[in-house]
């Protein structure tokens, strides 16, 4: 059953199911609204598509997957086994799945993006702040940080791999109780962790740079240059 209802500054609508057992069809929905509207989606299993809504963004899908393009405002997609997509430009974005992949192209954002056993993708440029943690997936950040900003890489088995280009300015403390460190940017030395257990590196690529902490505990940790294989 197909619902709407609502004037002036707000609407609501969707599809409804049938109270009796039995068979159900696919609904496919298509709402144009005006940019700067503030948008909340939630879905069972339908996938979500969202495109140049400025207004802010609230995606919910369980099994479904959560797509953003063009431009976008305040993003905050969630699917618990669908993969999240937000390629857009966006200064704010909050990803999250359980069992699907969160992929983000954006340049100059605050971002967080978390999971469970799904992979992380993150490439852009100017990154201001941002938080990517998996328990199990592998996490890949290829951009540049702002030199204001802040960054946390977080994994408990996963790989946590970081290209940044030959400019790049900022701190990073890397630990891993089990894992490998493997660092192409400079060459600060690994150390045996303070503690005693595991590994750490601290290095500074350039002054008055962004904090940047990467933490793992059985997982590889690796500092690449971009564009090099």
Do not use: C
């Not at 900022?170 to 690994?190: D, K």
Request: net charge neutral; glycine share 16%.
């Amino acid at each position: 059953r197909f619902y709407a209802g609502g004037a002036g500054r707000g609407a609501k609508l969707g599809v409804e199911e049938p109270g009796e057992t039995g068979t159900i069809p696919a609904s496919h929905l298509e709402v144009m609204v005006p940019r700067r509207s503030r948008v909340w989606v939630k879905t069972a299993s339908a996938d979500i598509r969202v495109t140049d809504v400025v207004g802010g963004l609230d995606l919910y899908s369980v099994t479904g997957a959560v797509r953003v393009g063009g431009e976008a405002g305040e993003v905050y997609a969630e699917s618990m086994d669908g993969n999240v997509d937000v390629t857009a430009s966006s200064r704010w974005v909050r990803a999250k799945t359980a069992t699907g992949s969160v992929t983000l192209h954006v340049t100059g954002a605050d971002v967080t993006a978390t999971t469970v056993s799904g992979n992380i993708v993150a490439i852009g440029d100017g990154f201001e702040r941002g938080r990517l943690e998996s328990v199990t997936g592998d996490i890949r950040f290829e951009g540049d940080f702002d030199r204001g900003g802040a960054f946390t890489f977080e994994s408990h088995g996963g790989t946590i791999e970081l290209r940044v280009p030959n400019t790049v300015a900022a701190n990073f403390e890397v630990s891993t109780v089990n894992g490998q460190i493997t660092n192409e940017l400079g060459r600060a030395q690994i150390r045996t962790a303070r503690d005693g257990t595991g590994r750490a590196l601290s290095l500074e690529t350039g002054p008055g740079g962004a904090e940047v902490t990467v933490r793992s505990f059985k997982g590889d940790v690796v500092l690449r240059r971009r564009g090099l294989a």
